[in-house]
């Protein structure tokens, strides 16, 4: 019994002993899989972020080739290289379909001549009439080389009013040649209420009889607005509205008129608050008493200065004073085919071309004009199709003219209005 039990210990303890080597290897196994796992993971991972960033490669690729096909076929771009460079040669009866034709329906080119009122209308937007500002719109523009804006021209105020100013003493508007364009009515935007401004040339009185509309900004209405300098900062207007520069953009022509924050703002609670008197901004001004300019804080080589007034589209509920009037019969004629000069009845006012050459703008020619009593250079208009006003001129294809376009179909009060065509004249002329 004794050897048996002595021969049996050791094949227990042996049996034990495998058991504990094979339970050793399998731990080892589990610890090396625990190691590798996460390494075989990634390498995974690795490997589709890979298949994906060559996938996205090549989707980019494919777009970049399918880009340039697009610009390298699309016809327009290689007709409107021949005309700018005076090559065409053929007439745009040939030019290759794809192109916006000059008579082109359904936006701002159309027009009602209403015989009844003796205005002309947007056909889309019949409360929108086509008349121009008052006055010369206030802008910036270049205070040392006045020389190089053919469309502005630098103002100069009387130092005795830019002392005052200094001083805290109130001036009248009408002193410094500012006027409203409406003085009787105030536009919104978001949060804002804003009078347009304008401006006048420092001219010698003149007799009425040559008078020029655009140099004498006196109607300000029954009221008498003035002017304060505010903190040696602010130009404030009454005691309520701040002079400011148009989105407070610092560039040469943008626009300058007086604004204020609502008072019957609702603010959520995630906004700021507006202050009218806002520092920082297109609200801050310089007086300069050496040459009597008045200049935005921080650009001393802008300075106020006075625009050229166009065409454009007016309210004929709150702006008709500015809505142009045509004669009756002029009007009636038009509408059978007869041309007629673009002059307005009431203020005696007539829209010239800004530039004799065409301009280009992407696929279009176009001419800018402006408002002048200058009646020998008025532009004469024909009506066309029941829809469009061509200009007209002696010995001109009828073809090439250019017809009157709200400024990219924007069909809102003060947009300009100017002269547009394309390369093909309409649709039946294109192949």
Known sequence: ??????????????????????????KEQDHINVIVQPSVNKEKRSESGSHLRVRVILHLLKLTVLSMVVFFSFPHRHTFRQYSEGKAGESKSDVVSGV???????????????????????????????????????ILTNRYETGLDKDSALVKFAKPDLEALRKGERVSMRSMLLALQFP??????????????????????VSKDTDDANSRPDDNGDQEWN???????????????????????????????????SENTQWRWWEKKQKTLTYGGGRDWVLNEEDGTISPKGYPYLALGRGTRSLALMDIHNNMDSVWEFDQDQLEQLKGGVVMKLV??????????????????????????????????????????????AIYEEGVDEEKALVLDVSFWQMTPYTSVNFVGGWTYNNSKRK
């Not at 049996?8 to 339970?23: F, G, M, S």
């Not at 020998?376 to 208009?381: D, I, K, L």
Request: charged content about 25%.
């Open 1 to 26: 019994m004794n050897a048996e039990i002595y021969t049996a210990l050791p094949i227990d303890v042996e049996q034990d002993q495998d058991q504990e080597k094979e339970q050793d290897q399998e």
């Open 100 to 138: 916006s034709p000059t008579l082109l329906p359904g936006g701002g080119r159309d027009w009602i001549i209403d015989t009844t009122h003796q205005i002309i209308t947007s056909k889309h937007n019949p409360n929108l009439a086509l008349g121009s500002l008052r006055h010369d719109p206030l």
């Open 344 to 389: 307005d009845k009431k203020s005696n006012v007539g829209a010239m071309k800004m530039e004799q050459k065409e301009q280009y703008f992407e696929e279009w020619r176009y001419i800018t004009n402006k408002v002048n009593s200058v009646r020998e250079h008025t532009v004469q208009v024909k009506y066309i199709d029941d829809n469009y006003l």
């Open 227 to 261: 002017l304060e300098y505010i903190d040696e900062n602010f130009l404030v207007l009454d005691g309520e509205y701040a002079l400011d520069v148009s989105f407070w953009k610092m560039e040469r022509g943008n626009t300058v008129n007086f604004v204020k924050v």
């Open 184 to 205: 009787h009515h105030v536009d919104t935007f978001s949060h804002w209420e804003y009078m347009l401004t304008g401006s006048g040339v420092q001219v010698p009185a």
